[in-house]
């Protein structure tokens, strides 16, 4: 893993930038250089959101993710607007609940993750983000679940340290989904 | 006799109008999603319906027409 | 802190001026650099500092000469419209010689606009915007780090030269996270004689002011002014330099289109092209002699930009003109991507 | 059957930007009800002013003008003088009017400009995300004042009705609300008068809606409308604050 | 032999730049004589505004910050934000306080500021020449409504106390003149309170003086001081306009 | 009117609008160009015109916003701080495509400054001022008669263009008095069928407007507004020559500074030394084609300005640096003597 | 016994001191002009003087001292 | 007369703008290219007045008089700034009554009119500028009083044409004084 680019894609309110900042920071632990760039726009509510995180060993240049390595594509909007943009190698992780499509790609890694539909069976119906990233943490060399607390702790605001746990959990289904 | 129509796809299923609703016929559809991904609010009786436009006179995005 | 945290630009903006002594903030609300107002009002309370919402941004502005005219530190942010509002007042800091800090996270105009990210403010900030002959320092920030020691460098600054000092960053930089680190800060002490804190019946009253009814005593104001700057000309212009020893092509660019320059750069590199690029870290002074120092050895240069072409005036100043200085640039929001900057230093290079 | 209740004319075909249950929709459909019923849609101009109405002119099937922060009166101004005959208003929400545009609005009510504003009072500022407005109330979290509005540190709120109604060039002030059916009609009736008013050239006529902002008041749209009853009315009384149409002029 | 009358102390010994017989004069005395008697000379701090008392800042015995147009209120807000423990005051006319510094004026009353500001309202621009204020007279003749303040065509007058009195967060509103020597007196007394209401730290006070501009009113300075009688005070009637000081804080 | 007579600059500037047919006037008093709307509010009434003294400046340019968008000409004026005040709107008329004279009847600056004469709002006035990318287009009198005829011009390229022009005076010009001349003026006439005019429920809605939340649209009506600044800046430059054929040095200057230049360039001649004029009329767009002309011919060139050296970097810009550019300057108020251009005329031109 | 002195050179002969005086004893000079070009305040009849003060009061200029 | 370089200096209050605009005027009809610029400052009332005014039959250049042909000194501190600016061979036209000394060049005409007297003796005491205006035309070669109804009707607004007369008196005065 020289550089990592990721790109998190969705609706507004499926956590994507909070999943974002999860990346940076377990990239900080590693050692990385990181950055985290959200879309921003009038429709913080609604709308679409998108989110570009870069992991690498280099000082990072640009900030946005054009060409991701890694796509997780939360809505149907997302996966058409940016399948093409993925690198030929590249890894698409789609949440089949919501997406009923199939990836047209065949030079790229596809993983189908019912993430929205896990997330509500596990009672975390806001977590589909999270449980998609468990996925990633297990599929992308060079990350995994060593130091969820310490990136949690950070990500996790003081009042709200009882979510850490419920994260946790989430990640670990989306780790373990096969 | 009256008739309540929505124009589901610009429904943002926000509820006022269930609220609204004298009679309590209108519901938020729990299977529905429309275009914009709302839960878009439905008639459940429309044989009870009084066409007082209460509902859509509550309703910030003009979904519902009422006829009488 | 030591430790690095993942930062906001807009938040390591407020942090690192809090860190500089700065105990007064004043702000209007703009996009995208909301989160600037809303990290001083969670932390200002906390430190024993003054967050006050202005009801406009000449209000902001006026409030700020208030808090400079006592000497102390004190800070406002905003966005491109609301910093056109705050041109009379920015003048009026220039003209009483007053320190500050003002914070611009563009955003496209003109009017409106857009909420994207943008740079063409860059005459506005370097070139007046108020009217009156004065110059501001305006630092560019290039990353989240940077976002924050611009700002206690610019806090020194302010003091030092008793003028306004302008961050000019854009929505990316404001909005996007990075590691940042904020070392625990020794703020430059700077004496100021001329503050306004009450005669104490000791002393002559002090009067901050820019009204000068005799037209020579304006003019020697500015003349003396006018001294000042060329010493900050000469001692305080700021560039990174990136892949110049053996460059023939420069391409020069500030804060976020320079990063993106960066990864067309290295691409460029890896194509065998001898490219390199100078970033100014300082837009005034213009660190015209980084320039100038190449300008023999380099065949073209290619200003980047996210503007209809700004800077690209003050590169062919700096270099006299003796080479050729292209434009490569989007506008409105949008941002150049790699593959349009690597295209032009091809086109530039003469390589197809 | 007839149809009882539809879209009015002069509300575009567009679907709105606003948040579900947001109530910037319900006044943007009784102010096109009334320029549908007093025939004068040929004849109006709007003018938007910044916040979350700023794309007010995709949805009115008028001629509208975009104006900056808080200076829709004096652009307003300027579209009536150039043309007397038109129908001018603003829709203007609370920073924008109460806080940017103070000096504007009070001037515009001074000169008894023969305009309509129509005035968003959501306490509030929704568009950029929920920071204290002028109008916000005393203790209200919000983004910029995340401890709870301190009166003592940042004052206390702008009562537009109520500072407006000294201004002897005013002409009819009125506050309402549309937090149920019935306040819905009466604020229906209100800005159906400040309409006819510049009509018959009374001068200046705002009117004060009391809105929500389920989003940045952080409360589900019904939620919002109840907290307008308990929290927003104690604070913002109803009714009429000035009306000299009956007076000689 | 006693001395019983002198000029105080806070005055610096510049002659004033003021026309003959203007009451800009006496106004400044009376802040000065204020300033002595409270022995705040070397705590306060004086904001200029841009009118012809632009270079206050020359005639008091206390720092100064001169202030843009309009822009004082703002200003004084910074400095005693800046350090509470001072005494902060703005000396505005009615072109900076009622024109363009409406929106200044109106919310620094309403975060009930601690401050202190004196208003001189002598019903025109005096250092630009004389054109209309916001504050001129109906029919009045100015440089720049040559045939009368037409109020159809230009707005009615604004009465600032008037205005201020429902903005819940000023304290202490009174208008005052300075045409006879009772008048003189009174005028001190609700200058001194407005000092003393800040030093007691209760907040927003704003003293209108009635004034004149003997120059630009084209009356000699006597005619001056009648013309307050006779035209300026049935439309700016004197009296304490907002006080509640006395209630609990 | 066909007879000459004599006005006050500030007084040619209102009579002239009129007859331009602008019957829409808002102002808010300044020093030194109060004249404009004392004349205005005398004149309106009479020809069913519209004076109204705004409550601020900011009011006034949005009062001219508001006009502007029904598709009639108006104008605001105003001096230094006051247009500092206007940034904002200006860039709104910019980003709405909207057609507007605004006047600058320069002062010194900066904050309140001084009310004597200057040029110290050149870069304000031509690179911005405003936030945003945009021109103005800025047209510089140095007569009375040209305060009138620069003014009819104006409302012309403002309607042909649909942007705003501002008519770059100083305190000098618009105090000074001189014969005039304003003939019966037939004013371009422009179609404006984007104006609002309400729909009469035969059209579709008039919109005006600058927001563009999608970047690459914004981006597109300011390429679109480039493509048309490149047509002004070919079609539309101004500048008189004079002297110039045969002159070694070339002075250049506009407004009140060619005028004393001209004294001085007399003198020089009288005394055998070759040295001409560049007077440009308009200042953006500035005349480059008319320097580069004489790039070859002049040995130095030498800028009159009353600031600090802002105009300079335009003649630089416009001779390609092909020749040093000296500074001959006065500011805050001051005026330069003939005298002293002379000894700058003669220390360029190595004359002892 | 009362005494009123005027700092004649700063006087600008605006005249409100003599229509405050109860005792009618201020007049501006009509001889005397001072170097600001105006025809300064007198008094005429020092020993009428009561010290009230009104003159003083009055004076914008603060050009008047009075004891007593 | 090429061009004729005029500077008018006193109190404000006494009549400089306007005697400066009649001489700007008079020059218009003679066909001549003129110009007129005061002296503006906030001191509009008192405080000290001058104003320039060229006549010429060349293009004027700078409207500004530094070296004036023509001193018109109205009060003692303009005589003392501006009499050593005349140029040699010019004139300076001095109120002597409101000026004591005399004037120290050597190498200009001067004309001592006691103008502010002669106007009070003739009841028009608001009138010396123009007592002081009618000796200049007569001293002045190429001026005169021929038009002086055109002019004066020129520049005495409408509603005050019966002040025409006043100020002919005033100039006639001024230029039978010997
Ligand atoms: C000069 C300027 N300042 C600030 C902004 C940013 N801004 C956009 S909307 C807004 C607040 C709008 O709040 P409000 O007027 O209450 O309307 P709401 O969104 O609540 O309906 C602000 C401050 C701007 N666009 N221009
Ligand atoms: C931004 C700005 N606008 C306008 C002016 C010009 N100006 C100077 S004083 C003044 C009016 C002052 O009138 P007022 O406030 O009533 O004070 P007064 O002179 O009557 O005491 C104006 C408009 C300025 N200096 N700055
Ligand atoms: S018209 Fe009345 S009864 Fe019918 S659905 Fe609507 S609210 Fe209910
Ligand atoms: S009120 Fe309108 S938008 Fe809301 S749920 Fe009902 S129909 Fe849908
Ligand atoms: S942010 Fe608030 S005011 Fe704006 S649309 Fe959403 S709910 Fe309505
Ligand atoms: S112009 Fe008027 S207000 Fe100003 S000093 Fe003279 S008399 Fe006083
Ligand atoms: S003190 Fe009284 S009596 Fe004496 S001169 Fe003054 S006003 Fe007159
Ligand atoms: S009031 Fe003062 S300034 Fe006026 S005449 Fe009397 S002493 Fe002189
Ligand atoms: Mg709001
Ligand atoms: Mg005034």
Same mark, same amino acid.
């Given at each position: 893993?020289?550089?990592?680019?990721?790109?998190?894609a969705?609706?507004?309110?499926?956590?994507?930038?909070?999943?974002?900042?999860f990346?940076?920071?377990?990239?900080?632990?590693?050692?990385?250089?990181?950055?985290?760039?959200?879309?921003y726009?009038?429709?913080?509510?609604?709308?679409?959101?998108?989110?570009?995180?870069?992991?690498?060993?280099?000082?990072?240049?640009?900030?946005?993710?054009?060409?991701?390595?890694?796509?997780?594509a939360?809505?149907?909007p997302?996966?058409?607007k940016?399948?093409?943009?993925?690198?030929?190698?590249?890894?698409?992780?789609?949440?089949?609940?919501l997406?009923?499509?199939?990836?047209?790609?065949?030079?790229?890694?596809?993983?189908?993750?019912?993430?929205?539909k896990?997330?509500?069976?596990?009672?975390?119906p806001t977590?589909?983000?999270?449980?998609i990233?468990?996925?990633?943490?297990?599929?992308?060399?060079?990350?995994?679940?060593?130091?969820?607390?310490?990136?949690?702790?950070?990500?996790v605001?003081?009042?709200?340290?009882?979510l850490?746990?419920?994260?946790?959990k989430?990640?670990n289904?989306?780790?373990?989904?096969? | 006799?009256?008739?309540?129509t929505?124009?589901?796809?610009?429904?943002?299923?926000?509820?006022?109008c269930?609220?609204a609703?004298?009679k309590?016929i209108?519901?938020?559809?729990?299977?529905?999603?429309?275009?914009?991904g709302?839960?878009?609010?439905v008639?459940?009786?429309?044989?009870?319906?009084?066409?007082?436009?209460a509902?859509?006179?509550m309703?910030?995005?003009?979904?519902?027409?009422?006829?009488? | 802190?030591?430790?690095?945290?993942?930062?906001?630009?807009n938040?390591?903006?407020?942090?690192?001026?809090?860190?500089?002594g700065?105990?007064?903030?004043?702000?209007?609300?703009?996009?995208?650099?909301t989160?600037v107002?809303a990290?001083?009002?969670?932390?200002m309370?906390?430190?024993?500092?003054?967050?006050?919402?202005?009801?406009?941004?000449?209000?902001?502005i006026?409030m700020v000469?208030g808090?400079?005219?006592?000497g102390?530190?004190?800070?406002?942010?905003?966005?491109?419209p609301?910093?056109? +509002? =705050?041109? *009379?007042?920015?003048?009026y &800091?220039? %003209?009483?010689?007053?320190?500050?800090?003002?914070?611009? @996270?563009?955003?496209g105009?003109?009017?409106?606009?857009?909420?994207?990210?943008?740079?063409?403010?860059?005459?506005q900030t370097?070139?007046?915007?108020?009217?009156?002959?004065y110059?501001?320092?305006?630092?560019?920030?290039?990353?989240?780090?940077?976002?924050?020691?611009?700002?206690v460098?610019?806090?020194?600054?302010?003091?030092?030269?008793?003028?306004?000092?302008?961050i000019?960053?854009d929505?990316?930089?404001?909005q996007m996270?990075e590691?940042?680190?904020i070392?625990?800060?020794?703020? +430059? =002490?700077? *004496?100021?004689?001329w503050? &306004?804190t %009450?005669?104490g019946?000791?002393?002559?009253p002090n009067? @901050?002011?820019s009204?000068?009814?005799?037209?020579?005593?304006?003019?020697?104001?500015?003349?003396?002014r006018?001294?000042?700057?060329?010493?900050?000309?000469e001692?305080?212009?700021?560039?990174?330099?990136?892949?110049?020893?053996?460059?023939?092509?420069?391409?020069?660019?500030?804060?976020?289109?320079?990063?993106?320059?960066k990864?067309?750069?290295k691409e460029?590199?890896?194509?065998?092209?001898?490219?390199?690029m100078?970033?100014?870290?300082?837009?005034?002074p213009?660190?015209?002699?980084?320039?100038?120092?190449?300008?023999?050895?380099?065949?073209?240069?290619?200003?980047?930009?996210?503007n209809?072409?700004?800077?690209?005036?003050?590169?062919?100043?700096?270099?006299?003109?003796k080479?050729?200085?292209?434009?490569c640039?989007?506008?409105?929001?949008?941002?150049?991507?790699?593959?349009?900057?690597?295209?032009?230093?091809?086109?530039?290079?003469?390589?197809? | 059957?007839?149809?009882?209740?539809?879209?009015?004319?002069?509300?575009?075909?567009k679907?709105?930007?606003?948040?579900?249950?947001?109530?910037?929709g319900?006044?943007?459909r009784?102010?096109?009800?009334?320029?549908d019923?007093?025939?004068?849609?040929?004849?109006?101009i709007?003018?938007a002013?910044?916040?979350?109405?700023?794309?007010?002119?995709?949805?009115?099937?008028?001629?509208?003008?975009?104006?900056?922060?808080?200076?829709?009166?004096?652009?307003a101004?300027?579209?009536k003088r150039?043309?007397?005959?038109?129908?001018?208003?603003?829709?203007?929400?609370?920073?924008d009017?109460?806080?940017?545009?103070?000096?504007?609005?009070?001037?515009?009510?001074?000169?008894?400009?023969n305009?309509?504003?129509?005035?968003i009072?959501?306490?509030?500022y929704?568009?950029?995300?929920?920071?204290?407005?002028?109008?916000?109330?005393?203790?209200?979290?919000?983004?910029?004042?995340?401890?709870?509005?301190?009166?003592?540190?940042?004052?206390?709120p702008?009562?537009?009705?109520?500072?407006?109604s000294n201004?002897?060039?005013?002409?009819?002030?009125e506050?309402?609300?549309?937090?149920?059916?019935?306040?819905?009609?009466?604020?229906?009736?209100?800005?159906?008068?400040?309409?006819?008013?510049?009509?018959?050239?009374?001068?200046?006529?705002?009117?004060e809606?009391?809105s929500?902002?389920?989003?940045?008041?952080?409360?589900?749209?019904?939620?919002?409308?109840?907290?307008?009853?308990?929290?927003m009315l104690?604070?913002?009384?109803?009714?009429?604050?000035k009306?000299?149409?009956?007076?000689?002029?």
């Amino acid at each position: 893993m020289a550089t990592l680019n990721i790109l998190y894609a969705g609706f507004g309110g499926q956590g994507i930038l909070f999943s974002g900042r999860f990346l940076a920071y377990e990239g900080l632990l590693l050692g990385k250089q990181v950055s985290w760039l959200p879309s921003y726009g009038p429709e913080m509510r609604g709308g679409t959101a998108n989110c570009s995180v870069i992991l690498s060993d280099d000082p990072i240049g640009s900030p946005i993710v054009d060409k991701p390595d890694i796509l997780v594509a939360m809505n149907l909007p997302s996966l058409d607007k940016y399948e093409d943009a993925v690198v030929s190698g590249g890894k698409i992780f789609v949440d089949s609940s919501l997406i009923e499509r199939k990836v047209k790609r065949t030079d790229v890694d596809v993983y189908y993750v019912p993430a929205t539909k896990i997330a509500s069976e596990h009672d975390m119906p806001t977590l589909a983000n999270m449980v998609i990233t468990g996925k990633l943490l297990k599929e992308v060399s060079g990350l995994g679940i060593d130091n969820l607390d310490e990136v949690l702790g950070k990500i996790v605001s003081a009042r709200r340290q009882n979510l850490v746990e419920y994260n946790k959990k989430a990640i670990n289904v989306g780790y373990t989904f096969q | 006799m009256a008739k309540v129509t929505f124009k589901t796809d610009i429904c943002k299923g926000c509820a006022l109008c269930v609220d609204a609703c004298p009679k309590n016929i209108i519901e938020l559809s729990k299977t529905e999603l429309n275009v914009k991904g709302h839960h878009p609010a439905v008639c459940i009786d429309m044989d009870a319906c009084i066409g007082c436009a209460a509902c859509a006179t509550m309703c910030p995005d003009c979904v519902i027409t009422v006829e009488r | 802190m030591g430790e690095k945290v993942l930062m906001k630009g807009n938040e390591a903006i407020a942090e690192a001026a809090i860190r500089a002594g700065c105990m007064h903030y004043f702000g209007y609300p703009i996009t995208p650099q909301t989160e600037v107002a809303a990290y001083m009002s969670k932390r200002m309370p906390k430190v024993g500092g003054v967050f006050l919402q202005a009801e406009s941004e000449i209000a902001a502005i006026n409030m700020v000469i208030g808090v400079a005219a006592t000497g102390k530190r004190v800070m406002t942010s905003s966005s491109s419209p609301g910093i056109s +509002l =705050k041109g *009379e007042g920015i003048s009026y &800091l220039a %003209g009483c010689d007053l320190p500050a800090v003002v914070v611009n @996270v563009q955003r496209g105009g003109p009017g409106l606009g857009g909420i994207q990210p943008s740079q063409a403010d860059y005459w506005q900030t370097t070139r007046g915007g108020g009217h009156g002959d004065y110059h501001n320092i305006v630092l560019a920030p290039a990353s989240v780090q940077e976002m924050a020691s611009l700002t206690v460098r610019g806090f020194d600054l302010a003091d030092k030269y008793r003028m306004v000092v302008m961050i000019l960053a854009d929505g990316t930089m404001g909005q996007m996270m990075e590691p940042v680190e904020i070392d625990n800060i020794e703020p +430059l =002490k700077v *004496e100021k004689p001329w503050a &306004l804190t %009450g005669t104490g019946m000791k002393r002559k009253p002090n009067i @901050v002011n820019s009204l000068y009814l005799k037209p020579n005593e304006l003019e020697k104001t500015n003349f003396d002014r006018y001294k000042k700057y060329t010493k900050i000309a000469e001692t305080e212009a700021l560039a990174e330099e990136y892949l110049m020893e053996d460059a023939e092509i420069c391409v020069t660019a500030f804060g976020i289109t320079s990063r993106v320059a960066k990864n067309a750069i290295k691409e460029a590199r890896a194509q065998g092209i001898k490219v390199g690029m100078i970033r100014p870290i300082t837009l005034w002074p213009f660190p015209k002699s980084t320039y100038m120092k190449h300008a023999d050895q380099c065949k073209a240069f290619i200003s980047v930009e996210m503007n209809m072409g700004q800077m690209i005036e003050d590169v062919q100043l700096a270099i006299e003109c003796k080479k050729p200085v292209t434009l490569c640039n989007r506008t409105g929001g949008m941002i150049p991507k790699p593959e349009e900057i690597l295209a032009k230093i091809k086109e530039v290079g003469g390589v197809k | 059957m007839a149809v009882v209740f539809s879209k009015p004319h002069s509300l575009t075909d567009k679907s709105l930007h606003y948040c579900p249950g947001c109530t910037h929709g319900i006044i943007h459909r009784l102010v096109a009800e009334v320029i549908d019923e007093l025939e004068i849609e040929g004849d109006t101009i709007g003018v938007a002013s910044v916040g979350c109405s700023v794309m007010a002119y995709d949805y009115f099937n008028v001629d509208f003008v975009q104006a900056a922060h808080g200076r829709a009166p004096a652009v307003a101004t300027g579209v009536k003088r150039s043309d007397p005959s038109k129908i001018v208003f603003t829709y203007q929400g609370d920073g924008d009017l109460a806080a940017i545009g103070t000096a504007e609005t009070v001037h515009a009510a001074a000169r008894r400009e023969n305009i309509t504003i129509i005035f968003i009072n959501n306490a509030i500022y929704g568009m950029t995300g929920g920071q204290m407005a002028p109008t916000t109330l005393p203790g209200m979290v919000t983004q910029t004042s995340p401890y709870g509005r301190d009166v003592e540190a940042v004052g206390f709120p702008i009562k537009i009705c109520e500072l407006l109604s000294n201004i002897e060039g005013a002409t009819y002030l009125e506050r309402v609300t549309v937090n149920n059916v019935a306040n819905v009609k009466k604020a229906k009736r209100a800005i159906k008068k400040a309409f006819q008013n510049q009509v018959e050239g009374k001068g200046f006529s705002l009117i004060e809606v009391v809105s929500t902002c389920p989003t940045n008041w952080g409360l589900s749209p019904q939620k919002s409308l109840e907290f307008i009853e308990t929290d927003m009315l104690p604070a913002y009384p109803l009714g009429v604050y000035k009306d000299i149409t009956g007076e000689e002029k």
